[in-house]
Antibody, heavy 121, light 105 residues
Framework: QVQLKESGPGLVQPSETLSLTCTVSGFSLTSYSVSWVRQPSGKGPEWMGRMWYDGDTAYNSALKSRLSISRDTSKNQVFLKMNSLQTDDTGTYYC???????????????WGQGTLVTVSS | DTVLTQSPALAVSPGERVTISCRAS??????MHWYQQKPGQQPKLLIYGASNLESGVPARFSGSGSGTDFTLTIDPVEADDTATYFCQQSWNEYTFGAGTKLELK
């Protein structure tokens, strides 16, 4: 069955870089795209960016200057790196599998359990 | 960015019909999707493409709308439906609403 699992440090110092890994199973990264979505406590989710099935990437324009997404298809892993973290980057970070009909009718049918990231000194 | 506006909270009695609205700041055609999230859990897809029921989701849930105004309907509401409901659009980049918290009386 389709599974996604996030891993990474729970605590990051302000101004430092966050590195997260999403390990997937039950589908191929060359057939499906994977997105990163984050959610501050008590607020709505925010789409961060996507690793397309063909290896291309897309980023939220508000985060583009700080964000990088990459993958290792041999390990079934997608990586997120975001620099210059601040306290308002605190929240739960999810990876999701993208499903859809086209690039404009696209939804998140499968989610990882999420990993809580706290930005604090 | 396309802003999605949802009412913050609703309270209904079990067995009633509830409609949860989502208004987009610009047209998103049928690129609107709905999720349910319970405390401590990841969001769960309910409706995709404005009106299509995700596999395994009870038929009590339905979605409608196009353009800028969308509705998620639960009929009848059950106690287990207590949760926060988010809309998400995929037509203009990707954005989510702030969520509607559904409570049962």
């Amino acid at each position: 069955q389709v599974q996604l699992k996030e891993s990474g440090p729970g605590l990051v110092q302000p101004s430092e870089t966050l590195s997260l890994t999403c390990t997937v199973s039950g589908f191929s990264l060359t057939s499906y795209s994977v997105s990163w979505v984050r959610q501050p406590s008590g607020k709505g989710p925010e789409w961060m960016g996507r690793m397309w099935y063909d290896g291309d990437t897309a980023y939220n324009s508000a985060l583009k200057s700080r964000l990088s997404i990459s993958r290792d298809t041999s390990k079934n892993q997608v990586f997120l790196k975001m620099n210059s973290l601040q306290t308002d980057d605190t929240g739960t970070y999810y990876c999701t599998r993208d499903d859809g009909l086209t690039t404009t009718v696209n939804w998140f049918a499968y989610w990882g359990q999420g990993t809580l990231v706290t930005v604090s000194s | 960015d396309t802003v999605l506006t949802q009412s913050p909270a609703l309270a209904v009695s079990p067995g009633e019909r509830v409609t949860i609205s989502c208004r987009a700041s610009e047209s998103v055609s049928t690129g609107m999707h709905w999720y349910q999230q319970k405390p401590g859990q990841q969001p769960k897809l309910l409706i995709y493409g404005a009106s299509n029921l995700e596999s395994g989701v009870p038929a009590r849930f339905s979605g409608s709308g196009s353009g800028t105004d969308f509705t998620l309907t639960i009929d009848p509401v059950e106690a287990d439906d207590t949760a926060t409901y988010f809309c998400q659009q995929s037509w203009n980049e990707y954005t989510f609403g702030a969520g509607t918290k559904l409570e049962l009386k």
